[in-house]
Nanobody
Framework: QVQLVESGGGLVQAGSSLRLSCRASGRTFRNYGMGWFRQAPGKEREFVAALTWSSGNTYYRDSVKGRFTISGDSAKNTVYLQMNSLKPEDTAVYYC???????????????????WGQGTQVTVSS
């Protein structure tokens, strides 16, 4: 069994920063990459950022480029999301996701991930 445990969410004012952390624990598994998705009330879950372990490439949705930074440690199956200059529109539940070895890993696609965290709330007030 694999579990993803997230931490670091909270309530902040616009312009503030938060750092989310996610660690995968449990049995050893092949993992091509990890990422973050978010879901705001009444909206669909959307891609935020991801990285691939082999290439070190990172990917971001356009609205967070220049403000968010994803990083991680493949040996520890841990990924971080540094969020700066937060905006009210960033308010959402943020979910960590890990690839489970399924092929054709597409970092921006939720179907590339087999393991998901329980989510952590990020609320940005104006």
């Amino acid at each position: 069994q694999v579990q993803l445990v997230e931490s670091g969410g909270g309530l902040v004012q616009a312009g503030s920063s938060l750092r989310l952390s996610c660690r995968a624990s449990g049995r050893t598994f092949r993992n091509y990459g990890m990422g973050w998705f978010r879901q705001a009330p009444g909206k669909e879950r959307e891609f935020v950022a991801a990285l691939t372990w082999s290439s070190g490439n990172t990917y971001y949705r356009d609205s967070v480029k220049g403000r968010f930074t994803i990083s991680g440690d493949s040996a520890k199956n841990t990924v971080y999301l540094q969020m700066n200059s937060l905006k009210p529109e960033d308010t959402a539940v943020y979910y960590c996701a890990a690839n489970d070895g399924r092929p054709y890993f597409s970092a921006r696609s939720s179907s590339s991930y087999g393991y998901w965290g329980q989510g952590t709330q990020v609320t940005v007030s104006s």
